[in-house]
């Protein structure tokens, strides 16, 4: 199994600011992404994160407002920029490993106010 | 496309009854079918899946389900529900033959098990 941790687990911004959430996971993994998930609710996959170029994004996300790094095989940021009340969620990083499971991470709280 | 159905928002059993949270699934080639728990304030959990072979398949905390091909349906089951078995469940579906890895999760539905 895999084990991934977030940070910051949680954070309240201000309206028009950035914030750049981290992903590392202890173990080498084949993809990484990343989803939002209001509470109590189901998960919205944001993007694909590709090691060493761009993501791969879903309808709706955009990289200019949420801009994915993968620089290596373990580790991935998201950034949030620009941000107002509607991107307040929770971000969560995701993995899936070579037995096909997928992990996830505590994920990151974000209110913007 | 692929897409999971959790037709039930919430699930009520009593501690030590059976339980069953129901998920149906469509996908273009095979499915591959995942259960998740997520406790509040947590991340989503990996509880069991299917790939191939035997259609029961068991995982954490005691929990199993079948997969049904015919009905396209993957219920969860635990023979007897405890107290904390009391979370948010979320069923997802992935086509390996398309979609590059991409999972398809369900509304979720929440369990709750009274003592």
């Known amino acids: 199994s895999a084990v991934i941790s977030q940070k910051p687990s949680r954070d309240i911004c201000q309206r028009g600011t950035s914030l750049t959430i981290q992903c590392q996971v202890d173990s080498q993994v084949t993809m990484m992404f990343w989803y939002r998930q209001q509470p109590g609710q189901s998960l919205t996959l944001i993007a694909t994160a590709n090691q060493g170029s761009e993501a791969t994004y879903e309808s709706g996300f955009v990289i200019d407002k949420f801009p994915i790094s993968r620089p290596n095989l373990t580790f991935s940021t998201l950034t949030v920029s620009n941000m107002s009340p509607e991107d307040s969620s929770i971000y969560l990083c995701?993995?899936?490993?070579?037995?096909?499971?997928?992990?996830f991470g505590p994920g990151t709280r974000l209110t913007v106010t | 496309a692929q897409s999971v159905a959790q037709p039930e928002d919430q699930v009520n059993v009593a501690e030590g009854n059976p339980l069953t949270v129901k998920c149906t699934y469509s996908?273009?080639?095979?499915?591959?079918l995942f259960w998740y728990v997520q406790y509040p304030n947590r991340g989503l959990q990996f509880l069991l899946k299917y790939i191939t072979g035997d259609n029961l398949v068991k995982g954490s905390y005691g929990f199993e389900a079948e997969f049904n091909k015919s009905q396209t349906s993957f219920h969860l089951k635990k023979p007897s529900a405890l107290v904390s078995d009391s979370a948010l469940y979320f069923c997802?579906?992935?086509?390996?033959?398309?979609?590059?890895?991409?999972?398809?999760f369900g509304d979720g539905t929440t369990l709750t098990v009274k003592p």
């Open positions: 996908v273009s080639g095979n499915p591959y």
């Open positions: 997802a579906v992935r086509d390996m033959g398309t979609n590059a890895g991409k999972s398809t």
């Open positions: 995701s993995a899936i490993g070579e037995t096909y499971e997928q992990y």
